[in-house]
């Protein structure tokens, strides 16, 4: 099967090696199972080394050519140029006439060819010009030929002559024996969840499907893109069925083993956890051979005992395309050997698919006694088998089974059983509240994506009718809707709805959940009542499952603790509430500890501990299938305080696309935040002021108003300081401190706005009153014990002190900074002091700004000031006044002057 995989992502170290490799003569050998992108790796190393002038021969032999004797050599010398083939003998170059042609020739050609002709006319082709062979699916290559090819490496043409080869095999196999030497054969390995997210987002698929197609596919693009293009409308990958060229591949690779093997593997495939013991139990006992060739194949993977497929819808497609005849002989073998009596029932009621009154009772029975031990997951399939297993007279049972099931995968964590019940149920003719709680299981589902589900939400309603039990949670998911859209007013109009049903349903646990959401909502309208409304919530004698945690009033305690700087509080909260989220089977609420707690650790100066738990966090999503915006800007606030800038961008940019694909507004701002702060950080301050001017209009239209839940205001002002703002950045940092005043907030904010505002002051010539402010800000952060705020602050006062000349005390505020920033392991803050320190030593600006200093820069180089106008975005005339106050400051009264003060390369135009 021809690999589709037009965009490279993630091969940027195996396209390295490669380069490596070739570059010292010889061979490179790649392997790997088919879609998995070897065609792609070959094609774009063919094309880098055609760029650079070399003579490239390329082979691709189809699986039908192996039998067509001399078919690949054939192709290789249809492509040799005109001139080699001149330079041959009369002798040799009638020998290549006939395997031009594909054949022989009479006088013993092929004898001939093996001698002379091949190694000959390879040598003659590089002598020009570098010459590369490039084959692929090596594998389907016909015997001749690869006999041809083979001698002709092995005579050694020259270190001019290289081949890359690919096949699906590993090891020493028949491409590494056609290479000339030294060989290496190189692993394509599949693509990581994070690679392969980049190529279905370059494919327009939603992020959030792709940790679902990546544990589908095992990470091969070709079946990721393929399964993709089966994305069911909405966020949600559901695999209803595969395609067609998912299913030709899958055939493709089980039809490679022996029969044998393929009986093993379906025994496997039919087990619900499938072990090397139970396939022995079951009756095949030459189950270590069989799995030792499927592992070789590439097929399964062995764990100790466990049996895994890969990609595992191998699996789904083996049991399909076996008869159910023969499935149900397994089935009954699977019964016999379980030691456990409910998979044995289960194995049982598998067997056939006929309706059954008593396997259904007993499915039935089996299922809620496993939800009463804790094994949601298994009683969630034994509810949904036992509806399957349902005669139609008993249709009130059916469908009490399969609501059942719903609710119970989802809070075992299996999506996809829930979505199947829920489903079921409403393509039956139900009453209203099994109809109403299907509808809630398929709004949970949606997770971030909740305001796509529109049409859901008015159904759930209509069907709840006046009944407040029914009707509570879906007003309680209403109002997360809106907060996630931003619409405020309409979040507390239905939280109080959701309120008010909840306590005439006698519900305190939706009541409690409703009352935090007011809470949160009030907080960010800037209300000081959201104190009240969340004690209301924490007096409730609520007791939400650990799938709920994340929605409750402990939680977000906790997390307001931490918008207001109260971090020890915080910090114990949510360890003690991350021992109960362990137990969430979903995975939505320990994601979410776990980005609190990272978000926690970054403020106290933890940053490794927060990258820790910010990564553990990412995983954690992609392994549930969850919305992957916040988690995403978790890991790019840690990257930024512990890790690099550039994965703290690369995070933002796909948590942003991510935020916008889901309609989530709340955390499409908080990515935009972490984005402007990497800009402005790597020295794209313009940039960087775009993308917080972006977060302040989002802000506005969403009516935000607290100053300390995304503390963006400080650092839009800083931004728009350092690119000559000044007037915007007043008018910012007044704005902020007046909401800061209205809310009451925490007092870190003040340490916030003063390190800000001497920014701002020291960009604006004040030299003197920025020291001051931002001494005053470092010893505030001090007092919080922010140890990385601290020491940003202690930067900034360094900065200020080297313009007003007083550089020992720069000096020492910028060395007190680095020693906090390797003390708390924030890595790109403490090369961003080493850069100041360095500045310190050298020669002095005479006390410019960074914008002084970037124009000045230009003026040295040449630059008109329409053309520093044009570059940096500023009017002629602020380009005038500039200058005006750079000649003042340096004593000069020309650019004559100027150039005759400034030496080259004295000033450094800042990035």
Known sequence: MPEVVPALHGREELLAAIDARLAAGGGVVLHGPPGI?????????????AARGELVLRLRPARGERALAYAGVADLVRQVPAEAVAALAPAPRHALIALRQGRPSRTGAPALARRLVMPELLAHCARSSPLLLVLDDAQWLDPESAELIGYAMRRRPGPRVRMLAAERRPGRTRAARLCPAPVTELEVPPLSPDDLTA????????CRAASQLHQASAGNPFLALALGGAVAAGPTWRPASLPEPVRELARERLAELPAETRDTLLVA?????????????????????DLRSAADAGVVELAGERIRFTPPLLARVLADETPAADRGRVHADLAAAAYDPVEALRQQALRTARPDPDVAADLAAAARRCAERGAERTAAELYLLAADRCPPDRSADRLDWLVTAARTAITGGVPLVAGRAAEAVLAADAPPAHRVRARLVLLDLAGQALADMGETFAAALAEAGDDPALAAPVRLRLTWTALLTGDLEGGVAEAREAERAARLAGDPTTESMALTALAQIQRVQGEPGWRDTLERALRLPATPAPDWLHYGPHYFAARFALFDDRLDEARADLLNLLAVA??????????????????????????????????????????????????WYTAAVAELAGGSLEAAAGFARRGIRASRQEGDGLYLRRNLHALGQAEVRSGDTRAGVATLRRLRDSEAEAGSADPMIVRWRADLAAALASVGEHAEAATTLALARQAAEGLGSSPALAGYLDRAAAIVSSESGQADLAADLATAAARHFERLRQPVEQAHALLVAGGAERRRRRYAAARQAVGAAHKLFRTTGARPWAREAELALARTEGTPDQGLTSTEL?????????????????????SVKTVEATLTRVYRKLGVRSRTQLLTVLAVGEITNPS
């Open 199 to 206: 190529l279905l987002e370059a494919h327009g698929l939603p």
């Open 854 to 874: 970037r124009i000045a820069g230009m003026v040295r180089d040449g630059a008109s000031n329409r053309e520093i106008a044009t570059r940096l975005y500023l």
């Open 269 to 289: 495939a039919l087990a619900t956890e499938p072990t090397v013991t139970l396939l022995l139990r079951a009756g095949r006992d030459d189950a270590v051979r």
């Open 37 to 49: 992108g070897r065609t792609a790796l070959l094609d774009t190393v063919a094309d880098q080394a």
């Open 582 to 631: 362990e137990h969430d089977r979903i995975g939505e609420a320990r994601v979410e500890v776990l980005r609190s707690l990272s978000e926690v650790a970054t403020r106290a100066g933890r940053c490794q501990e927060a990258l820790r738990y910010a990564h553990r966090a990412v995983r954690a999503a992609q392994e549930a299938g969850l919305s992957p915006g916040p988690t």
